[in-house]
């Protein structure tokens, strides 16, 4: 099974325009959608749609819309009781694929809730090859949370990935993880590279820059690093080497969990038993495929484009 945590999940509500955003102006939009998110529950949603097991843990009382959006969508859960509702994240999409994120801090947890949260991750851990760990930390959580877990699950044996951001990033990537998947703005802070070099670079076909700093934290955590870059591609550092593959053209729709389907996606493929360059062309393809598609809806195996994937040993 492929487990996700989502500690600060969220309503996500996508209004989609037929227009550009003005701001100060008065819209009215073609389409209005709320779906269940967070980094985990978008990830464990990719995977319920390519047919493997999962199951995504959130805190979320019963009576929570949130879950009964969880409900609604089929996806395996288990929501660990909390006194507070989930937050709405407001994403607002052109027809350009430009998209503006208003999201919310969310419900703080208390010293009770949170451990309710770690008993119940380590318990479904002990059924699952990999635990994703996604996303921010709502209030009440230390920015330590995420390397308190993964010290919680020493002698389990289950494989952990983790994508997350800020102070949390920062500890974590001490914790030693399997699997890192830092964006290039996340890549930068804990290397200190240029995010925006690292993009630029790989977009003009010289991915370079990004490999060497995938490799450097690669090589501090002792696992790998999936590097999402936007429409460039990505980069996957792994036992001192690297890989690059570019991403095909799409009609982007929405941005919006277009690196937690990348995340799936890997996960997926090494599922399967893929060596590193297929699970690479993987995330790709379903980091791409979620990028046309509209708010956070999770792609499906037949739209997946591999042919126009190449992927590049560095």
Known sequence: MILTVTANPSIDRTVQLDGP????????????????????????????????????????????????????????????????????????????????????PGAKL???EAQSLVTAIVEHAAHADWLALCGSLPPGLPATWYADVIGALRGVGVHIAVDTSGA???????????????????????????????????ADGDPSEAARASIALAESTRGAVLTTLGGAGAVLAVGGEAWFASAPEVRVRS?????????????????????????????????????????????????????RITVTRL
Do not use: C, W
Request: glycine share 10%.
């Open 110 to 112: 208390d010293a009770a």
């Open 21 to 104: 955003l003005i701001p100060g102006g008065v819209h009215r939009p073609v389409g209005v959608v709320d779906q269940p998110g967070g980094k985990g529950v978008n990830v464990a949603r990719v995977v319920d749609a390519a047919g493997l097991p999962t199951m995504a843990v959130a805190p979320a009382h019963a009576g929570d819309s949130f879950v009964h959006h969880l409900e609604r969508a089929g996806l395996p859960h288990s929501a660990i009781d909390v006194a507070g509702d989930v937050r709405v994240n407001l994403t607002i999409a052109d027809p350009d694929g430009v998209t503006t994120k208003i999201n919310a």
């Open 168 to 202: 949390p990033l920062r500890h974590v990537a001490a914790a030693g993880p399997d699997l890192m998947k830092p964006n290039s703005e996340e890549l930068a802070e804990l290397t200190g590279a240029d995010p925006v070099a690292l993009e630029s670079a790989a």
């Open 255 to 307: 941005t919006v969990g277009a690196g937690d389907a990348s995340l799936a996606g890997y996960l997926i493929a090494d599922h399967a038993g893929a060596d590193p360059a297929d699970r690479l062309a993987r995330a790709v393809a379903y980091g791409s495929a979620a990028a046309s598609l509209p708010g956070t809806t999770p792609p499906t195996p037949d739209l997946l484009d591999h042919a």
